[in-house]
């Protein structure tokens, strides 16, 4: 089962690796120590937590771990939240930090990818027209 260091799954948290620790030490997000003494999170732990996160179901613990404010780039490092599968066709959701991304693809694309819920997978977007919109 795929595993994140604390550090990684700050940066797919989009929060500081102190705050992953808050939140571990406080027991809200589930760790355990590697063979190598390292604090890790397991995949679909760390999937269901950036997803309720994300619906706001945790707090980020004020602005200063908040994510900054920036025009989307096109590559969206994040973690497989979900997977649908049809007999041709899938649906793969990934959480990026705040943006929760949705794509569908050929059931094939995931088997060949390897995709499963808690997995690594960067989320790359491509469109003739991009929108930016400030609060």
């Known amino acids: 089962m795929r595993t994140y ?3 990684r799954a700050a940066a797919l948290l989009g929060v500081s690796p102190d705050t992953v620790r808050r939140w571990a030490d406080a027991g809200r997000l589930t760790t355990r120590r590697d063979d190598h003494g390292r604090r890790v999170v397991e995949g ?3 999937a269901a937590f950036c997803v309720d996160l ?3 179901d945790g707090d980020g613990e ?3 771990d908040e994510p900054a404010r920036t025009s989307a780039r096109n590559a969206f490092p994040g973690i497989v939240t979900a997977i649908t599968l049809g007999d041709v066709v899938a649906q793969v959701e ?3 930090g705040p943006h929760r991304l949705v794509s569908l693809v050929t059931r094939e694309a995931v088997e060949e990818l390897g995709l499963e819920v808690g997995a690594e997978a960067t989320a790359r977007v491509k469109a003739t027209n991009v929108h930016i919109d400030r609060p």
């Open 94 to 96: 990934i959480q990026a």
């Open 5 to 7: 260091t604390i550090g």
């Open 44 to 46: 679909p732990v760390l």
């Open 54 to 56: 994300a619906r706001g």
């Open 62 to 64: 004020g602005t200063e």
